[in-house]
C-alpha cells in the first residue's frame, strides 16, 4: 500500500523532514502522527468500507498531503477539486462523485458559495481541535486493489470525466521510477505546481515514499524557486515547461544546485532544452510523456534528447508500446497509427462510465488516443491527438505535427496550431506563435515549413501572441484561444 512506503521511511529516519513550506516543517514522525489523526476524523465522519473525500483549498496546504494519505490508508478514495474551476463545473463534479467528506478552508468555501455541504471538515492552523482521538477504532482492510483516486481530467476539450486508479498501480510506478532515475533522502523535491494536477502529485508521494524531503509551494513563484535553489543542494524540479521561462528572467547565470528537472505535459523546444541544460548545468533533465489515465508512458533524458530531439523517448520502464492501425493491427516503425500501451501503471476505468472505458481498452491495452511512430530505435514519435485532429482540403493534418516543425525554430518560444472553420478549406489551419524576442520572422517560418512538412499542411495563417492562455496543469488552453478566434 501507499501508505506502508511512507512509513517505511518513517520508521528509517523519523527525524528527517518531510515536508517544509515557507513557513514550517513536517519532521517524518510528525508526518505519521498527523495522518493517523487525519484518518480518525474523517472515519468519525461516516464509517464505512469505502468512502470519498474531496478536497478542495484555495492553495498547496499540508493538510492536502496527510488527509490524501489518510484516505488512502483507510481504503477511501480522495477527489481533488480545482480550485481555478468555475463553481458550475465544481458543483458537477461534486455531484458526480458523491463525497462522504468536503476538506476544504472556512474562508475559501464560504467564498465560494457551493450548495454542497453535507459532511465537511474545516482545517485550521490549530491542527489537534477537530481530531477524534479513539485509538481503539477498527480501520477496514486496504488492499493493493483499492482505489485511492478518483481524478478528473481537466476537460479543454469537454466536460472533465473521472478517472479510477488503484494503488497498485502507483506503487508499481514507484519501482518502475526507481529504474529510471534516484529520489533518496539526500534530496528535496520542490513541488511548483498544484497537487490537484497528477505530476505534481505524483512528484509528492514518490519522493515521501523515497525519504526525499518535499518543498511544498502554496503557488507557484518564480522568485520563492530561486531563492531554494540559492539556499539548498540535492535539489528536485517538477515542472512543466511554462514554468522554467521565469527563472530565465531572473538573476543569475547558473543554477548548479539543481541535480534533476523533471518535466512533463508539453515537449520541450530543442533550442530551449539546450538553453536549459547551459543554466541548470548539473541537472540532469528528464522529460516524460504519459497521461493522467495512463502514468508514465515513455521518458526522453538528456543523454538521448540530442540524437532523439524530435521523440518523446523511449519506452518507461516496464511499459510495452504497440502501434495499431484502425482494425487493431500492429504497423511497421515509421507508420503512424493509435499509440496502446500495457503495463501495471494504468488506470482501472473512468467513473460511471463503462462505454467510454471500453473505448480505451483493447483487451489488456490501453489508449488515450495519440497517434504515433516508433522508429527503428524504438524511439516513440507523436505525431497528434485522433480528437484534434485537422480536416483540411479533405485531408488530415495533426496541429502536433506542424507545431513540432514550427519548434525548431530558434526564436518561437511557444506556437499553437488550430483548424478554424473556412468555407473553401473546410477547415483553415492557424498557427499562434509566441516570439522569443517579439521579432517575427515569418520568411524563416517559410522556409522551414517547405523543408519540412508537406504543403496542405502549412499554415494558411499566422497570428502573434505575446502570452498563451493556458489550463490550470500548465498546458495552452486550445478551447479557449479557439473560442476568441474572430471568424
Given at each position: 500500500?501507499?501508505?506502508?512506503?511512507v512509513?517505511?521511511?518513517a520508521?528509517?529516519?523519523p527525524?528527517a523532514i518531510?515536508?517544509q513550506?515557507?513557513?514550517?516543517?513536517l519532521?517524518?514522525?510528525?508526518?505519521?502522527?498527523y495522518?493517523d489523526?487525519c484518518k480518525r476524523t474523517?472515519?468519525s465522519?461516516?464509517?464505512?468500507k469505502?468512502?470519498?473525500?474531496a478536497?478542495?483549498?484555495?492553495?498547496?496546504k499540508?493538510e492536502?498531503?496527510?488527509?490524501f494519505?489518510?484516505?488512502?490508508s483507510?481504503?477511501?478514495?480522495?477527489?481533488?477539486?480545482?480550485?481555478?474551476l468555475?463553481r458550475?463545473q465544481?458543483?458537477?463534479?461534486?455531484?458526480d462523485?458523491a463525497?462522504?467528506?468536503l476538506v476544504t478552508?472556512?474562508?475559501?468555501?464560504k467564498?465560494?458559495?457551493?450548495t454542497?455541504g453535507?459532511?465537511?471538515?474545516?482545517?485550521?492552523?490549530k491542527?489537534?481541535?477537530h481530531l477524534?482521538?479513539?485509538s481503539?477504532?477498527?480501520?477496514?482492510?486496504?488492499?493493493?486493489?483499492?482505489?485511492?483516486?478518483?481524478?478528473?481530467?481537466?476537460?479543454t476539450?469537454g466536460e472533465p470525466?473521472?478517472f479510477?486508479?488503484t494503488?497498485?498501480s502507483w506503487?508499481?510506478s514507484?519501482?518502475?521510477?526507481?529504474?529510471?532515475?534516484?529520489?533518496n533522502?539526500g534530496?528535496?523535491v520542490?513541488?511548483a505546481?498544484?497537487?490537484?494536477?497528477?505530476?505534481?502529485l505524483y512528484?509528492?508521494?514518490?519522493?515521501?515514499?523515497s525519504?526525499?524531503?518535499?518543498?511544498?509551494?502554496?503557488?507557484?513563484?518564480a522568485e520563492t524557486?530561486?531563492?531554494?535553489?540559492?539556499?539548498r543542494?540535492g535539489?528536485v524540479?517538477y515542472?512543466v515547461?511554462?514554468?522554467l521561462e521565469?527563472?530565465?528572467?531572473?538573476?543569475?547565470?547558473h543554477y548548479?544546485?539543481?541535480?534533476?528537472?523533471?518535466?512533463?505535459?508539453?515537449?520541450?523546444?530543442?533550442?530551449r532544452?539546450k538553453y536549459?541544460e547551459?543554466?541548470f548545468?548539473?541537472?540532469q533533465?528528464?522529460?516524460f510523456?504519459?497521461?493522467s489515465?495512463l502514468?508514465?508512458v515513455?521518458?526522453?533524458?538528456h543523454?538521448?534528447?540530442?540524437?532523439?530531439?524530435?521523440?518523446v523517448?523511449?519506452?518507461?520502464?516496464?511499459?510495452?508500446?504497440?502501434i495499431r492501425?484502425?482494425?487493431?493491427?500492429e504497423?511497421?516503425a515509421?507508420i503512424?497509427?493509435t499509440?496502446?500501451i500495457?503495463s501495471n501503471?494504468?488506470?482501472k476505468?473512468?467513473?460511471?462510465?463503462?462505454?467510454?472505458t471500453a473505448?480505451?481498452f483493447q483487451?489488456?491495452?490501453?489508449?488515450?488516443?495519440?497517434?504515433?511512430?516508433?522508429?527503428?530505435?524504438g524511439?516513440i514519435?507523436?505525431v497528434?491527438?485522433?480528437?484534434?485532429?485537422i480536416?483540411?482540403?479533405?485531408l488530415?493534418?495533426?496541429p502536433?505535427e506542424?507545431e513540432?516543425v514550427?519548434l525548431?525554430?530558434?526564436?518561437i518560444?511557444?506556437?499553437a496550431v488550430?483548424g478554424?472553420?473556412?468555407?473553401?478549406w473546410?477547415e483553415?489551419?492557424v498557427?499562434y506563435?509566441?516570439w522569443?524576442?517579439?521579432?517575427?520572422?515569418?520568411?524563416?517560418?517559410?522556409?522551414?515549413c517547405?523543408?519540412?512538412?508537406?504543403?496542405?499542411?502549412?499554415?494558411k495563417?499566422y497570428?502573434?501572441?505575446?502570452?498563451?492562455?493556458?489550463?490550470t496543469?500548465?498546458k495552452?488552453?486550445r478551447?479557449?484561444?479557439?473560442?476568441?478566434?474572430?471568424?
Amino acid at each position: 500500500m501507499i501508505i506502508d512506503w511512507v512509513e517505511k521511511q518513517a520508521k528509517r529516519n523519523p527525524k528527517a523532514i518531510a515536508i517544509q513550506t515557507q513557513t514550517e516543517t513536517l519532521t517524518y514522525e510528525a508526518l505519521i502522527t498527523y495522518i493517523d489523526r487525519c484518518k480518525r476524523t474523517l472515519y468519525s465522519k461516516t464509517p464505512k468500507k469505502s468512502g470519498t473525500i474531496a478536497l478542495f483549498f484555495r492553495n498547496n496546504k499540508i493538510e492536502f498531503i496527510t488527509y490524501f494519505l489518510a484516505a488512502t490508508s483507510l481504503g477511501w478514495k480522495t477527489v481533488p477539486l480545482d480550485p481555478k474551476l468555475p463553481r458550475e463545473q465544481v458543483e458537477n463534479i461534486l455531484e458526480d462523485c458523491a463525497p462522504d467528506v468536503l476538506v476544504t478552508e472556512f474562508s475559501f468555501y464560504k467564498n465560494q458559495h457551493l450548495t454542497w455541504g453535507e459532511h465537511v471538515v474545516f482545517i485550521d492552523n490549530k491542527r489537534d481541535e477537530h481530531l477524534d482521538i479513539d485509538s481503539e477504532r477498527q480501520y477496514p482492510e486496504v488492499t493493493p486493489e483499492s482505489v485511492f483516486y478518483l481524478g478528473y481530467t481537466s476537460g479543454t476539450s469537454g466536460e472533465p470525466k473521472g478517472f479510477l486508479r488503484t494503488q497498485n498501480s502507483w506503487t508499481e510506478s514507484f519501482r518502475n521510477t526507481d529504474f529510471e532515475y534516484v529520489i533518496n533522502s539526500g534530496h528535496m523535491v520542490l513541488i511548483a505546481g498544484s497537487l490537484v494536477h497528477s505530476l505534481f502529485l505524483y512528484g509528492t508521494f514518490h519522493a515521501l515514499a523515497s525519504g526525499a524531503t518535499v518543498y511544498l509551494m502554496e503557488s507557484f513563484s518564480a522568485e520563492t524557486i530561486r531563492g531554494v535553489i540559492e539556499q539548498r543542494t540535492g535539489l528536485v524540479l517538477y515542472v512543466v515547461p511554462t514554468m522554467l521561462e521565469p527563472l530565465f528572467d531572473l538573476p543569475g547565470e547558473h543554477y548548479p544546485t539543481v541535480e534533476m528537472i523533471i518535466s512533463s505535459g508539453a515537449k520541450w523546444n530543442h533550442e530551449r532544452r539546450k538553453y536549459i541544460e547551459n543554466k541548470f548545468l548539473n541537472a540532469q533533465c528528464i522529460e516524460f510523456y504519459g497521461a493522467s489515465e495512463l502514468s508514465f508512458v515513455s521518458i526522453l533524458k538528456h543523454t538521448e534528447a540530442n540524437a532523439k530531439s524530435s521523440s518523446v523517448g523511449r519506452p518507461f520502464t516496464g511499459v510495452q508500446i504497440s502501434i495499431r492501425d484502425q482494425t487493431f493491427n500492429e504497423v511497421a516503425a515509421g507508420i503512424p497509427g493509435t499509440l496502446f500501451i500495457k503495463s501495471n501503471m494504468v488506470f482501472k476505468e473512468y467513473y460511471q462510465r463503462p462505454e467510454e472505458t471500453a473505448r480505451v481498452f483493447q483487451n489488456d491495452w490501453v489508449t488515450a488516443g495519440d497517434i504515433a511512430y516508433l522508429d527503428e530505435d524504438g524511439f516513440i514519435h507523436l505525431v497528434g491527438r485522433a480528437n484534434q485532429m485537422i480536416i483540411s482540403g479533405g485531408l488530415n493534418v495533426y496541429p502536433e505535427e506542424v507545431e513540432q516543425v514550427l519548434l525548431t525554430i530558434p526564436e518561437i518560444e511557444e506556437c499553437a496550431v488550430l483548424g478554424v472553420p473556412d468555407s473553401y478549406w473546410g477547415e483553415r489551419i492557424v498557427a499562434y506563435i509566441k516570439w522569443a524576442n517579439q521579432e517575427e520572422l515569418l520568411d524563416q517560418v517559410n522556409v522551414v515549413c517547405n523543408e519540412r512538412l508537406p504543403r496542405y499542411k502549412w499554415p494558411k495563417e499566422y497570428r502573434n501572441v505575446t502570452d498563451f492562455p493556458y489550463t490550470t496543469s500548465g498546458k495552452i488552453a486550445r478551447k479557449s484561444l479557439k473560442e476568441g478566434l474572430s471568424l
